[in-house]
């Protein structure tokens, strides 16, 4: 349904003359148990199954439990992960952005769409049952989800009329007016997101990320950790152990080897760390692949 290319970006596919498309995650499935960052130009919404979790966005923690949602804008970076021990299962609608402006210099794009895509108070918004107006986005999004997984004849029709209720009705309920904010602060923490990728096998400092933004070391951690809620060298440990994830069922290539090409100049520190992440070992999460 969907893959995160090395950008961290997540394509999904869709067809592209009805660009909205809804899935299902489930994280016990995901290599580490949870959803790494990730952004895509679509706009969001989604709904939560079973099990708590914690979705991170903007350097703020979210704890979402059964039946609470959220609504996440175009291009910003986020993050879900388990808030129990308990099974987390969720859906998520993606929308093209094409989808809600009508067509290029619409009124529905000058007026409701481009004011909000940039609004700093519109990148996140959480959804819970209790307050009476995000119930009736929750209930939209169900039936919406429900339509786009039976496709009843005309649910192309009905599934845009939800969509269209769903944003306006957030949109009336945005308590602050439409600003365009800057966004070079997301554009500069992408860039050192797309270093750490490009770079995540050799060693790393922060003064040649701050060479390579042109930012200095503190304000590049600064943004960083606004951004993603974390900072730079532990997102660059988790990139790198989801790396060795990828390389552990290659029986060729030996745990101390693997660490090598993940960027870990000891294999000690590298188990370690992969136990405190995954649970097991690097060689037990071989072996239990490859009995799975």
Sequence with gaps: MFFVDNNQKANFVMDYAFPLVVHETRLKEKPMGFNNWHWHEEVQFTCVLEGSMITTAQGTDYILRPGDGFFINSNLSHMTRPASPDSVRYLSLNVKPSLLTLFHGSVVEQKYFLPYVNNKYFQFVPLAP?????????????????????????YELDSYSYLLHIWRSLLEHLDTKPEHVPVLERREAHEIISYLQEHYAERVTLQQISEHVHLNEGLCCKLFRSAYGCSIFTYLLNYRLEKSILLLPDRSLSVSRIAELCGFNSTSYFIKKFREKVGVSPLNYRNRSAGA
């Design 130 to 154: 209790e307050s009476p107006w995000q119930e009736q986005v929750l209930g939209d999004m169900r039936l919406l989800f429900g339509l786009l997984q039976t496709k009843p004849f005309g």
